[in-house]
C-alpha cells in the first residue's frame, strides 16, 4: 500500500522548468521518509503503519532535515539526468534506462549500486551547501531577488557558473516549433523564437499536407457541421499531427508549442488553458496552443442545453486503460458511443472483438 502516499503525476508540475526531476525527486523523499521511522525496507507493510512512519519522520527531521533530503533526491536526479544526456553518440535505444555507463556499456548492477551510493553522499554534501540560499529564497516573496539567489547557490554549491541566458528581446518572445497556415517565417520571427526543427501543417488549402475534410463527414451526417465544431476538429488533428512528427529530447522531456488560425479564436483563447493542461498531463508533455484568427465564414454560436440523461461519450482505443473505462461506464448504467481511433488493421481487430465480449456481459 506504500504506493498510496506517493502523489500521483501532477499535470502543473510538469510546467515548471526541471519538471520531471522535481517530480522524481519529490516522490522518492516521500517513500525514504515513510520507512525512515521503522528502518524496514519492505514494501509491503500496513498502510497505518506507514502513515505513522511519515508523521514520525517529519517530527524527527524536522523542516530542515526534509529539505536536506528533497535537495539530496533533487541533486541525484539532475546528476542521473546529465549522465543520461552525455550518451547522445550510443548507437541503440536507451528507452526509459537512467543508469550508469561506462565507454557505452552498462556496468554491472552490483557496480551501479555503489555508484548511486557514492552520488547520493556527494548530493547530500551539496544539499548541506545549498540550504541556506534556499531558506532565504522561501522566506523572500520578490521573484529578482529569489533568482539571484539560487543562481549564487548553484554557483557556491557546485563552483560553476550557469549558462547565459538569451538576450531579453528574446526571453519576451513565444517559442514555437509547430505551425499551422501560410504565414511567413520571416513575419513570424518578429513574434516569435522559432524551432531549428519547426513543423508546418497545412489544412484547407492547396497543397494542403495534412488529409482533413468536413465533406464526407457532412455527408454522413446529412447537415453541415458548424463551425465551432470545425475548429475543434482542427484542433484534435493539429495536436495529433504536432505528438507524431515532434520529436522528444534525449531525457525523453518534450516541448510543443503550437500556433494555429481558428474561426473562433476568442472562444477557444478563453479555454486556452484548460486545453493546455488536458494535452500536457495525457502526453506527459509541455503543450501550448495560441490560437489566431481564420479567414472564413463563420457561424451564429447559439447556447446549447445539456441534458442530464445517461448519455456519454467513452474513449476506446482497445487498450487496457480503455477497457477499464468502458466496463466502468457500463457498470454505472450509462449509455455510451464509443469513440476509437486506429493506425493499423491489428487494432481494428483488437478493439471489435473487445466490443463484441462487452456486448455479451452487458446486454
Not at 541525484?76 to 552525455?86: A, G, K, L, V
Not at 556527494?122 to 551547501?129: D, P
Not at 454560436?301 to 440523461?309: A, T, Y
Amino acid at each position: 500500500m506504500w504506493y498510496l502516499l506517493v502523489p500521483k503525476k501532477d499535470p502543473e508540475l510538469v510546467f515548471y522548468p526541471l519538471g520531471a526531476i522535481t517530480e522524481r525527486a519529490l516522490k522518492k523523499t516521500i517513500i525514504r521518509l515513510s520507512f525512515f521511522a521503522s528502518g524496514k525496507n519492505s514494501l509491503d507493510i500496513d498502510e497505518k503503519e506507514l502513515l505513522r512512519n511519515l508523521r514520525i519522520s517529519i517530527k524527527k527531521l524536522g523542516i530542515e532535515g526534509i529539505l536536506i533530503l528533497f535537495l539530496t533526491e533533487y541533486f541525484f536526479e539532475m546528476c542521473i539526468d546529465q549522465n543520461r544526456r552525455s550518451w547522445k553518440d550510443l548507437k541503440f535505444d536507451l528507452g526509459f534506462w537512467y543508469n550508469f555507463s561506462k565507454d557505452g556499456y552498462f556496468v554491472s548492477l552490483s557496480s551501479q549500486r555503489k555508484l548511486r551510493q557514492t552520488l547520493s553522499k556527494q548530493c547530500e554534501e551539496k544539499a548541506g551547501i545549498f540550504l541556506p540560499f534556499l531558506r532565504k529564497c522561501i522566506k523572500e516573496g520578490d521573484f529578482t531577488r529569489n533568482k539571484q539567489r539560487i543562481s549564487d547557490g548553484f554557483i557556491r554549491t557546485f563552483g560553476i557558473l550557469l549558462p547565459k541566458r538569451e538576450n531579453l528581446k528574446n526571453l519576451r518572445k513565444s517559442f514555437l516549433n509547430v505551425i499551422v497556415g501560410t504565414t511567413s517565417l520571416s513575419k513570424l520571427r518578429k513574434s516569435y523564437v522559432l524551432s531549428k526543427e519547426i513543423k508546418r501543417f497545412f489544412l484547407h488549402t492547396e497543397g494542403s499536407n495534412v488529409s482533413l475534410s468536413f465533406n464526407t463527414l457532412e455527408r454522413l451526417l446529412g447537415h453541415n457541421i458548424h463551425s465551432l465544431i470545425k475548429d475543434l476538429l482542427d484542433i484534435g488533428t493539429t495536436v495529433y499531427m504536432a505528438d507524431l512528427y515532434t520529436k522528444r529530447e534525449f531525457n525523453l522531456e518534450r516541448r510543443v508549442s503550437i500556433l494555429m488560425p481558428v474561426r473562433h479564436p476568442h472562444v477557444w483563447s478563453n479555454a486556452q488553458k484548460e486545453i493546455e493542461k488536458t494535452v500536457s498531463f495525457l502526453g506527459r508533455d509541455n503543450f501550448s496552443i495560441k490560437f489566431i484568427k481564420r479567414k472564413e465564414k463563420v457561424d451564429k454560436l447559439r447556447r446549447f442545453s445539456v441534458k442530464s440523461d445517461n448519455r456519454c461519450v467513452c474513449l476506446f482505443s482497445g487498450g487496457l486503460d480503455s477497457l477499464a473505462g468502458a466496463a466502468w461506464v457500463l457498470d454505472h448504467k450509462l449509455d455510451p458511443i464509443f469513440v476509437s481511433h486506429y493506425s493499423s488493421n491489428i487494432l481494428v481487430g483488437i478493439q471489435k472483438s473487445l466490443i463484441s465480449q462487452l456486448e455479451k456481459i452487458y446486454d
